[in-house]
């Protein structure tokens, strides 16, 4: 199973390597010796070879039904001696002293006595054919008791080096390693998740860039220089998406444009046509078009007009003068528009030309939604939100947030551009506030924006009109505009 987290293969591959490490250390030892000739040269590097002789001569100690102990030849020591013609061998017992069967004679005459005995570890010089030889004398523990093994002639050969790490290494010193593997997985995880800090910094900036902010960058200062070509690389992609985004919306706007002259002049032609429902046909879908010329174009020139300065403004009367202007087109079809004023003066801070356009797509997509014979609620609530409120089929959970697309539609939905929600919420970002929508009690859709508030006096009451509701009529509207 391959590990996903840099810090547990940076564990694993630590571990692993400490492992081997420990492993490889006698043979690398020796090889070291071997080459640069430092701890006394090769004569040193035999002293090596105790744990192989210990194996040896422990199974070669036999005890037969009579209670005598000897040396037997074993396979195994008789390979040993193969490999080392020089090794002899001899052991005793160290209670009385007596040497056991099979040992040899020169190291039985030399040792000869108990007390002549060492029970732990020693070197002894040993004059063998009128050579000294060095001959080392140990306690030996064995399965039919203990024995004070002497031997002489053992040497290190090349094919031994492969067993050192078998017969140097033990439970006890691994165990010694252990904090030492811990503290190399500690500073592993640290190293990790230190080293890893910038790129996940880089992610959350990222993760927050989208079309309407494709001009931020990541950050390279702070980050490694292992890191630095993938930043970049990210930067440079952002660079030539934005780049894409602003040809779009250069071609939006001017193919938008482009297109309001000859649906002019076709809207002129119209209208010299004699009346009829042909005209009347002729001139709602031209009407048609025109809208989702003049919203394309908007959609385009949003970012641009943002640049005003935001100003401050009465959201109440911006919202009742929209509400106002659409009682007709309610009326035509069968549908009314009730207004409900805040119970305080609301001063909302942005651009008052935003706000209308907010308003009036709100409000045309409620008059779609909404069935015939009933009502639209329009509010102005004190925390600076407006509310449009509808009867119709509502919105699903999982469109919530698609409607907000541009060109979006659901394929039963009434008739639309597919523009106006993704104006508004073009428009309320550039505000500075949100939109939600929630479902309406008893079916429907509840469209809600809030803006920024640029502060009221709560005494500066709207005169007049504060938390009344209003049933706006086609007479109401033509005395506001008088």
Known sequence: MRLRSLSSRLIVYAIIGSILGYLTLPTTFVVCVLVTGAYGGSASLDELTRPRVREVMVAALRKDADGERSIAMTDALRSFMSANPDFRFAAFDPRSGQALAGSA????????????????????????GGVMRKAESALFSAPIGEFVVVTYGAKLQWRDLFLLPYYMTSLYGALIFLPHWAAMCLIA???????LAPLRSAAAKVATIDVNSLKERIALEEAPSEMRPFIEAV????????????????????????????????????????????????????LRVQTIVEQMLLL????????IAPQKFDLYDVVLTVAADYVPIAIDNDREIQFEAPSRRVTALGLRWSVESIVTNLIANALRAEPRGGVVIVRVLPECAIEVVDHGSGVADADRKRIFEPFWRKDDAPPGTGLGLSIVRELVELLGGDVSVDETP?????????????????????VGVAGRVVQLSLDQRCERNA
């Open 105 to 128: 004679p020169e190291l039985v005459a030399a040792f000869e006595g108990v007390g002549r005995l060492k029970l732990s570890r020693s070197t002894v010089d040993l004059p063998v």
């Open 189 to 195: 995880l640290f190293v990790v998740n230190r080293g």
């Open 235 to 286: 930067n440079k992609a952002f660079e030539r998406v934005q780049e894409g985004v602003d040809r779009q919306r250069r071609f939006s706007a001017n193919s938008a444009h482009e297109l309001r002259t000859p649906i002019t002049i076709l809207r002129a032609r119209v209208g010299k046509m004699a009346e009829g429902p042909l005209k009347f046909e002729i001139e709602r879908d031209v």
């Open 300 to 307: 385009a020139q949003i970012k641009e007009r943002g640049r």
């Open 442 to 462: 008893g079916g429907g859709a509840t469209f809600k924006v809030r803006l920024p508030e640029a502060g009221a006096d709560p005494s500066e009451a709207t």
